[in-house]
């Protein structure tokens, strides 16, 4: 094996998507691992062909919520273990995380949660950056002795206004608010590493997420809100990173990085044996 794939979808619902021919893509997809975002469905609701893939091995987060957000991870290779607990009750009780091992190198599926709250007045960003605090503070430790982590999920924050096709009039939106683009801003100059900003720095029009009003996906009006973020060890490694815009079946489209297995084996890892 030359490279390992790695892609992040939010799929706005699985039973959804699934219903949509998300199987079928996953099949095509070439990847090692997927994670899912806004799975929205407990194990036992997933469409059998989307639990139990051949081939794929299968985790499940849900939220105690039903029909809330909720987190899935699927590996060509099962993990050596799965944390999906942040220590928060509030936090974990959304069903957000997955932070899986496979030898030493750490992929971390992440659904952070949206900011705007249920009247749209941007209650829920004060436990929206408390959500990513306490996940930086529990990735940082491993980040400074030089491990290799992958966080890639929604992150629900567009970072800079390259990032999202109408910046001046969401200055007040939730998801372009300056607390949260300066959470994002704290993540990268503490080492993290936007895998696609890196290799395409000055790519316009490239989003993940587009609104299901006024036609926005066809005249791509969208947000850059979905990422994947490794640390700055994992760089040599790093060979593509990519938004897979023309896949339909949510209002976000998967997006991925790839890495380079002979950087990769520099670490124990399970993924590229």
């Not at 899912?36 to 849900?62: K, N, S």
């Not at 957000?96 to 030493?104: D, H, S």
């Not at 790093?238 to 339909?248: C, N, P, T, W, Y």
Request: aromatic content about 10%; some cysteine; proline content about 5%.
């Amino acid at each position: 094996m030359h490279h390992i794939r790695i892609i992040s979808w939010n799929v706005n619902g699985i039973r959804a998507c699934a219903s949509r021919g998300f199987r079928a893509w996953l099949d095509r997809s070439g990847a090692d691992i997927v994670g899912l975002q806004e799975t929205r469905a407990r194990p036992e609701q997933f469409p059998d062909d989307v639990r139990t893939p051949p081939g794929w091995h299968v985790h499940i987060v849900a939220g105690k919520r039903a029909g809330y957000s909720g987190v899935a991870l699927y590996s060509r290779v099962k993990p050596d273990e799965v944390d999906i607990s942040l220590g928060v009750d509030e936090h974990d009780a959304e069903g957000r995380l997955e932070i899986a091992r496979f030898g030493r190198l750490r992929v971390v599926n992440v659904y952070f949660p949206n900011g705007s709250g249920k009247n749209r007045d941007n209650s829920r960003v004060p436990f929206k950056l408390d959500f990513y605090r306490r996940l930086f503070d529990r990735l940082e430790p491993l980040r400074q002795q030089g491990e290799p982590v992958i966080v890639l999920g929604d992150f629900n924050t567009a970072h800079r206004e390259i990032d999202l096709a109408r910046p001046k009039s969401n200055q007040k939106t939730s998801g372009f608010l300056p607390e949260e683009r300066a959470e994002l801003d704290r993540w990268l100059s503490h080492g993290w590493v936007d895998t696609f900003r890196h290799l395409h720095p000055d790519r316009t029009d490239a989003y993940s997420w587009w609104s299901q009003r006024f036609g926005a996906r066809a005249r791509n009006v969208g947000w850059r809100i979905d990422y994947v973020l490794i640390t700055e060890s994992l760089l040599p490694a790093l060979r593509d990173a990519f938004i897979l815009s023309e896949v339909m079946g949510s209002d976000h489209c998967p997006i991925g990085i790839e890495l380079s297995c002979k950087e990769l084996n520099k670490w124990q890892n399970s993924l590229c044996t």
